[in-house]
């Protein structure tokens, strides 16, 4: 079991930046794939970024890529999102996730949930 708790949402203003953190406890850290999904509001679900359990492998979503870097700190059981240049459209929860076989890119691969930590973008 992994429980996952994030933190470091809020509100920002176009442009700006948001650093989320998600720290993790239970089973040994560096064995699970972590990631961040998003739920803008009225809309579903999405895939934002994620990062192998060695931190050697990342996968973005086309629609973020270079503007949000994902990253971990195994030795601290965190794993964070740097969010620049931020645009209203990112305005959702953003979700930790954590995946002990697979790349945590879809809703079919993730083990377990963070409760989501709200981020909005004003313009």
């Known amino acids: 079991q992994v429980q996952l708790v994030e933190s470091g949402g809020g509100l920002v203003q176009a442009g700006g930046s948001l650093r989320l953190s998600c720290a993790a406890s239970?089973?040994?850290?560096?064995?699970?794939?972590m990631g961040w999904f998003r739920q803008p509001p009225g809309k579903e679900r999405e895939f934002v970024a994620a990062?192998?359990?060695?931190?050697?492998?990342?996968y973005y979503a086309d629609s973020i890529e270079g503007h949000f870097i994902i990253s971990r700190d195994n030795a601290k059981n965190m794993v964070s999102l740097q969010m620049n240049s931020l645009q209203p459209a990112d305005t959702a929860v953003y979700y930790c996730?954590?995946?002990?076989?697979?790349?945590?890119?879809?809703?079919?691969?993730?083990?377990?949930w963070g409760q989501g930590t709200q981020v909005t973008v004003s313009s």
């Open positions: 996730t954590a995946s002990e076989h697979r790349l945590p890119t879809s809703d079919y691969f993730v083990d377990y």
């Open positions: 239970g089973r040994t850290y560096s064995e699970y794939h």
């Open positions: 990062i192998s359990g060695s931190g050697a492998r990342t």
